[in-house]
């Protein structure tokens, strides 16, 4: 993947935050664009920005979450266009709650939004873009795919299934020699709103645990976020770590090994208050 120019690609979640950057950087690069989301509003300002960059844009309401649904829409994308390219897995949520007091109905929707979203989208999309000769799948997993941290067990069960079920595939496609490259997104403290979204356990007030996020980890823009990304997709880097916090923290983990809980308990603590009491 030497560029973008002529590519079509589709992005997840471009409602907002990294997904609505995603499309707008990737449309400024010469590729044609669809763009879902839940959110109609958000997407339709998506919509927008592209048209005004003369990009060539289809939007459409998708939860990421029905399967059948999912199908058809990449259907619909590549008869729309042609042909497809890249797909980039970006919808996502985010729930905080400690498991002993977590509904099963809060994990599982954390799951099938962020986990099960990543291989919908991907089993709907691979035989597309292994027809274009030139495919390539991005999933975003995130820096909670790298290490754990209490009260974010069901996101941290999501972003490492992502994490397992990306690097598996990229060694699927290279062994069976697909055209297909793969790469796995872990991005760190990002200025986007799946924090402000999140939902919490009873008890949490999940306004003020976003303000928290705000102000004390959220340190790289989307437009950034985007960028960085699309170098690696350029690279064919089989992941992207994006902002210093998710790089540093990365080779902390790795260093220490299990040990990092020990490491991290003190910070997480503040950060991330538990919801047991």
């Given amino acids: 993947m030497q560029g973008f120019a002529g590519k079509v690609a589709v992005v997840t979640g471009a409602g907002s935050g990294i997904g609505q950057a995603l499309a707008v950087e990737l449309a400024r690069s010469g590729a044609s664009i669809a763009i879902s989301d839940v959110d109609t509003d958000g997407l339709s300002v998506t919509e927008q920005r592209l048209k005004e960059i003369g990009a060539n844009?289809?939007?459409?309401?998708?939860?990421?979450?029905?399967?059948?649904?999912?199908?058809?829409?990449?259907?619909?994308?590549?008869?729309?266009?042609?042909k497809v390219n890249q797909i980039y897995n970006n919808a996502?949520?985010?729930?905080?709650?400690?498991?002993?007091?977590?509904?099963?109905?809060?994990?599982?929707?954390?799951?099938?939004?962020d986990f099960w979203?990543?291989?919908?989208g991907t089993k709907a999309f691979l035989p597309h873009l292994i027809e274009s000769g030139d495919g390539h799948v991005i999933n975003v997993s995130s820096v909670f795919g790298l290490f754990s941290v209490p009260g974010q067990a069901?996101?941290?069960?999501?972003?490492?299934?992502?994490?397992?079920?990306?690097?598996?595939?990229?060694?699927?496609?290279?062994?069976g020699g697909k055209p297909v490259k793969v790469t796995t997104v872990h991005p760190g403290g990002i200025r986007t709103a799946i924090a402000r979204n999140a939902s919490a356990v009873e008890?949490?007030?999940?306004?003020?645990?976003?303000k928290v996020?705000?102000?004390?980890?959220?340190?790289t823009s989307p437009e950034e976020a985007a960028r960085v990304i699309m170098d690696g997709v350029r690279r064919n880097k089989a992941r992207v770590l994006?902002?210093?916090?998710?790089?540093?923290?990365d080779v902390l983990v790795r260093i220490t090994g299990p040990h990092y809980a020990r490491?991290?308990?003190?910070?997480?603590?503040?950060?991330?208050p538990s919801s047991t009491h």
Avoid: C
Wanted: no cysteine; proline share 0%.
């Fill in 57 to 82: 844009v289809k939007a459409d309401r998708l939860d990421v979450t029905e399967r059948e649904a999912f199908l058809l829409y990449a259907d619909e994308v590549r008869n729309h266009f042609g």
């Fill in 92 to 113: 996502g949520i985010a729930f905080t709650g400690d498991v002993e007091v977590s509904q099963f109905k809060d994990i599982e929707r954390v799951m099938d939004v």
């Fill in 117 to 120: 979203g990543v291989v919908n």
């Fill in 154 to 175: 069901a996101y941290n069960a999501a972003k490492f299934a992502v994490r397992g079920f990306t690097e598996a595939l990229r060694q699927e496609m290279a062994v």
């Fill in 203 to 210: 008890g949490l007030d999940a306004e003020e645990l976003a």
């Fill in 213 to 219: 996020f705000d102000k004390r980890l959220a340190k």
């Fill in 242 to 249: 994006i902002g210093n916090d998710a790089r540093i923290l």
């Fill in 263 to 272: 490491l991290f308990s003190g910070v997480t603590s503040k950060l991330m």
